[in-house]
């Protein structure tokens, strides 16, 4: 019998644009709509996750269905640790141009546990969508571009995933780089620059006051290829 994860695309994109400026270069991001997305694998999709990923692959990606399937019932705190212990357990951080030949790619949920690789915005895409597999309220959830303070300067331009338990709470931040869930004010070592969601996207000064930085219509390709793939991988 086929696994099978419901989260079937609903709402069409919300094109929206801020620009923010990190580094001295400016960027262009919009926030995209999709509360819900659908995500059907199929044992002809497992044949060929297994045909490219081996054995493991399949694994990896039968563990991540039965992670969703059995974790609806558990608190929102169990759910967040699940999912980010899950995806830094399974997935080898590796960069884009090493993993896809390309300097920049966003990967869709499946394509990164099937390859167990990703880099920093493919950890928190996964955990995004994941989550709200798992119903957990998409306005509580966003993806916050952040400079970290690291040695490491491939990893000092980074994304993580950011919980508010309300709007202008403090959010728990799921990241790659610590894999301990902490209070952004807890993480003296990132300092957010935006953050984004389906619903919209927010400076970082914004956002505890609930305001949108968005302006005039526009569109992110890296986040529509990844999307419009959702769905049709691996067929």
Known sequence: MPHRITLRLIAPYLRLTAVVCLLGVSLLLPAVV???????????QFVAIEAKYKELGRKRVADWVHLVNTSQGKSTRDKLVLVNDFFNQNVLWVSDYDHYGVADYWSTPLETIASGGGDCEDFSIAKYFTLIALNVPMEKLTITYVKADTPNPINRSHMVLTYYEKPAA??????NLNPEIKLATERKDLAPVYTFNGQGLWLAKERAAGKSGSSSASNIALWRQMTSRMGKEFE
Do not use: A, R
């Not at 999709?34 to 002809?44: A, E, H, L, P, Y």
């Open 170 to 175: 403090v959010p728990l931040v799921l990241d």
């Open 34 to 44: 999709g509360d819900s997305f659908n995500v059907s694998i199929s044992d002809k």
